[in-house]
């Protein structure tokens, strides 16, 4: 009976398995062809996107105004797109039934016919910028939006051809899994017959195996005391503990084989030996009575603790149990059970001396340490503690934690500590550092940089905070932002602040779909102020604009000193017309003299006007574009101009200057002049700084001001970077061959500080040149970091650990931060030449001069001093402990030949090359 019921078993298992692996076959097929079908969609997603890809060139030539580049990139993406056309159509061809396949042929036909259409109209689009008729392709461009929008209805069409495919197969494959599942239950009423066949029989095997578990059982009953006695055996022999049997005369009888492994004697070297002969004499007598209480009172535990003689010699603390009792032949003997606790004690002796380091350790710390119990009451209150919150340490313990912290904030902390308690997560630490605000015995509140972890033993958790007070770092850190963030001299923010407003206020413009208005404002002939008054009355006529040009602005708005004489307004939420008015107002305001030590000046500004999105989709944009229309209306006479397009033609001279800086950078029209650093301490010369110059064969000596924005704009600020490192390691070369131990600082760029490979090619140059790296300092400007700080970290690290030194220059004027600056690897900081120069008449500069010069030190790093020009200056900036300066007082840049004879004959001297004769010294 039981082989039939296995045989009927065995028949409906194989059925079943059929049907199962029947239904798989069917869910794997529909799969396979839904994943088929999955990655034609997104191949059609891919010719979506190239299809993109070949119209955008055509929108982006109206910004970007290069033809041949946007040309040839549509050439590139047409390119694409055909060839995966064509791949899509032979998938169609090879692949697919031709009654699925003929419709979604006929949907690529009307996709290509589509898209050559849009094709035909982005090159008339570029034929009219080739022919300079801007309007006409203008016009044009909405026929090729329209163009690209039947392209994506086309596309629309494809896939929702695709998806009915996709249903109709998913349906089908259905079905057919449905069938094959009615048919299974048939399967299943077999199995219910014969599990009730089974059932039965099971009655009877199980009574069977009851009689044979029962003798089982009696059999492991046995096996389990054997193995018990066996187990007591192993325990006493070998063991940790020492079992030692001694009689009434104190003579050992037996002791275990752990002896061997504890004090380093065999068994037999202690029987028959007396317990005498290994106790210390100190704690021999102590033992002896123990011993002899024992036998008095038998079965009775006494512990104590004696040192037993190690074979070695040395003494070893044995913790033991003395019991009484009688042994196999009724005699009454001891039985010491003893463990060795030698290194017990040494490990608690160490423990001791630890906790008496870290209590010394708590004491001395500057930071507060302050412990508290699973109710928030003070358990340790450290002398850090007591000198930060004014408590002694007996008046806060056992008081509630609310004690140092201010009542608005103490229920929140509270609860903050109760979740961290009671939290899911394991960790120890409370997340990173944090910063909270404290109550002093006083009552006054400061900030403090927290950092909390929890122990738990034995159910009650400890917490523990270590605080430090940061209130002077917070002061520091206020002082460095706003150095980095406003104006020294008027106080308004300063070009990065008020570009940081400017994209936030495009991003909210792109959200909301409301317009922004950024106006850009240069004083006219205030260089005619400076000259004929001094600089003085310059600084005070800027001082007034801000407050005079704030009372016509709403809260929302920002006016900024962009540099010089030149003003930014951002008015958000604000158009054409609304620009106007402002404009209208800021006119009217200027008409009003300001007075300025009794004197009376009058000025009138340019005025620039960009609007977003009419104008830009970008910052950068807008303030381009601004520029472009303020020096449009300086042009025309004062007043205010709009940007239209046709204003960025008005300057042939620097397109003519952008056409033939690249021949200048290849044929060595660059020069370079040097202006030495001169150390204060010492008054030596300790490096120069080298500054480019275009010796142009026609227009003269160019200043830098007039084609390193070209340079930046046409992409050959990488070459020229390169040229002027070369020339400068040259000259470095020379100079030391004459003795002359300089360091020569070269002037990088944000394009440079984006450039991964510019590591690489200094390191050749270098290695070229046969300068050593330490002879080769780098200057980069805040702005220049900020514009991609991740990247700009990599490459200054990878610069450094080549053995560079880096400089900050124009150190105040620009956008970073100083938790970012702390991570750069620079060693210098130059302070700007704009703080430098009014020290002598702003108090508010010379504050600043001096916080800078702290702060640098704080850090570690040098600080040079730009734009000295009186002896006052240099003076001034020796008392403050500036390490160095250069500026005209000292020396105007010159070339390198002249700054040579002025090596040997100014009262600054050069530190010479190791080796080399003292007749040299310059």
């Known amino acids: 009976m039981y082989f039939a019921l296995a045989g009927f078993d065995l028949l409906t298992v194989l059925l079943g398995l059929y049907l199962s692996h029947r239904t798989a076959d069917i869910y794997a097929g529909s799969v396979a062809v839904n994943h088929e079908w999955a990655d034609r969609l997104g191949g059609y997603d891919r010719l979506r996107r190239l299809a993109g890809a070949v119209n955008a060139p055509g929108n982006n030539v109206f910004d970007s105004h290069h033809v041949e580049a946007e040309s040839t990139a549509m050439k590139e993406a047409q390119r694409a797109f055909e060839e995966g056309m064509t791949i899509a159509r032979s998938d169609l061809t090879t692949r697919v039934a ?164 504890v004090l380093g004697y065999q068994p037999d070297d202690l029987v028959e030996r007396s317990l005498s002969d290994f106790l210390h004499p100190e704690d021999a007598p102590g033992v002896i009575e123990r011993c002899v209480q024992s036998f008095r009172e038998p079965d009775t535990d006494r512990p104590i603790d004696f040192r037993f003689a190690h074979r070695d010699g040395s003494w070893h603390t044995l913790n033991t149990i003395v019991n009484a009792g009688l042994d196999q032949w009724g005699t009454v003997s001891l039985i010491l059970n003893a463990r060795d606790i030698s290194e017990r004690q040494k490990t608690e002796a160490e423990h001791r001396a630890l906790q008496e380091r870290f209590a010394n350790i708590l004491n001395i710390a500057a930071d507060a340490i302050i412990s508290v119990d699973d109710d928030q009451r003070i358990l340790l209150f450290n002398r850090g503690a007591e000198q930060i919150f004014g408590y002694r340490a007996e008046e806060v313990v056992g008081q509630p934690l609310d004690l140092i912290i201010p009542d608005r904030l103490a229920r929140a902390h509270r609860e903050h500590v109760r979740e961290f308690g009671t939290g899911p997560t394991s960790s120890r630490r409370m997340g990173e550092r944090q910063e909270i605000a404290g109550r002093r015995k006083d009552g006054t509140e400061f900030q403090v940089e927290a950092s909390i972890s929890r122990i738990t033993d034995r159910g009650r958790t400890i917490y523990t905070a270590i605080l430090r007070d940061i209130t002077e770092r917070r002061h520091t850190e206020e002082t460095v932002r706003h150095l980095a963030y406003y104006d020294s001299l008027t106080a308004l923010p300063n070009r990065a602040l008020l570009h940081e407003r400017l994209t936030q206020a495009v991003l909210a413009g792109h959200r909301e779909n409301k317009p922004v208005a950024f106006i850009l404002m240069d004083l006219d002939r205030f260089k005619d102020i400076n000259n004929s008054l001094g600089h003085h009355y310059g600084d005070l006529l800027l001082r007034q604009m801000g407050p005079r040009i704030q009372t016509l602005l709403r809260q929302s708005d920002t006016i900024a000193r962009m540099g010089g004489d030149e003003f930014a307004i951002l008015l958000p939420d604000t158009d054409g017309e609304g620009a106007r008015q402002v404009v209208a107002k800021l006119q009217k305001a200027l008409e009003a003299p300001f007075a300025i030590d009794g004197l009376t000046v009058t000025v009138e500004a340019s005025i620039g006007i960009a609007l977003y999105p009419e104008h830009g989709l970008k910052a950068e944009t807008l303030v381009q574009r601004a520029d472009v229309a303020m020096y449009a209306a300086k042009h025309g006479g004062g007043g205010y101009v709009v940007y239209a397009p046709e204003h960025d033609h008005y300057s042939p001279h620097r397109l003519a200057l952008m056409g033939e800086l690249r021949y200048a950078i290849e044929h060595d029209e660059l020069v370079l002049h040097y202006q030495p650093k001169i150390h204060l301490q010492s008054g030596r010369v300790i490096g120069v700084e080298a500054l480019v110059r275009w010796q142009h064969p026609h227009r003269g000596l160019i200043p830098p001001d007039e084609f390193v924005p070209l340079a930046e704009r046409t992409g050959l600020m990488k070459p020229l970077t390169l040229g002027v490192i070369t020339a400068a390691l040259r000259q470095s070369q020379i100079w030391y061959r004459e003795g002359l131990r300089l360091t020569v600082a070269v002037n990088l760029s944000a394009r440079n500080l984006q450039d991964p490979q510019l590591p690489d090619q200094v390191a050749e140059l270098l290695q070229n040149a046969g300068v050593s790296p330490e002879h080769l300092e780098l200057e980069i400007t805040e702005s220049t970091i900020m514009a991609d700080p991740a990247r700009a970290l990599d490459i200054l690290t990878r610069l450094n650990r080549m053995g560079l030194a880096l400089a900050i220059d124009d150190f105040g004027t620009g956008s970073s931060s100083l938790g970012y600056l702390k991570r750069l690897p620079v060693s210098e900081i130059k302070i700007d030449k704009s703080f430098v120069r009014n020290m002598a008449e702003d108090d508010n500069d010379a504050v600043i001069v001096r916080s800078t010069i702290e702060l640098a030190h704080n850090l570690g790093l040098t600080v040079v001093a730009e734009g000295v020009e009186t002896q006052y200056l240099l003076d001034r900036l020796t008392a403050l402990g500036c390490d160095a300066a250069q500026g005209y007082y000292m020396s105007k840049p010159m070339p390198a030949p002249a700054l040579t004879r002025w090596f040997h004959e100014s009262p600054w001297k050069v530190t010479m090359v190791p080796g080399d004769a003292d007749s040299k010294a310059a």
């Open 98 to 261: 031709p009654d699925i396949a003929v419709p979604l042929i006929g949907d690529l036909k009307t996709i290509q016919t589509a898209m050559d259409d849009m094709t035909a109209e982005a090159r008339l689009i570029f034929s009219y910028f080739d022919t300079h008729e801007p309007a006409k392709a203008g016009q044009r461009m909405a026929t090729m939006d329209r163009k690209y929008d039947i392209v994506n209805q086309a596309f629309g069409h494809l896939n929702e051809h695709i998806r009915t495919i996709q249903a109709s197969h998913f349906s089908q494959q259905m079905e057919a899994a449905h069938r094959v599942q009615r048919f299974e239950w048939v399967i299943a009423a077999l199995v219910l017959l014969m599990l009730a066949g089974a059932t039965g029989y099971g009655l009877h095997l199980s009574r069977q195996e009851g009689a044979r578990e029962r003798e089982r059982e009696h059999k492991q009953q046995l096996q389990a005391m054997l193995r018990s006695e066996q187990r007591f055996r192993t325990l006493v022999e070998y063991g940790s503990d020492i079992i030692l049997n001694v009689d009434d005369a104190r003579t050992i009888r037996y002791v275990s084989p752990s002896v061997t492994r």
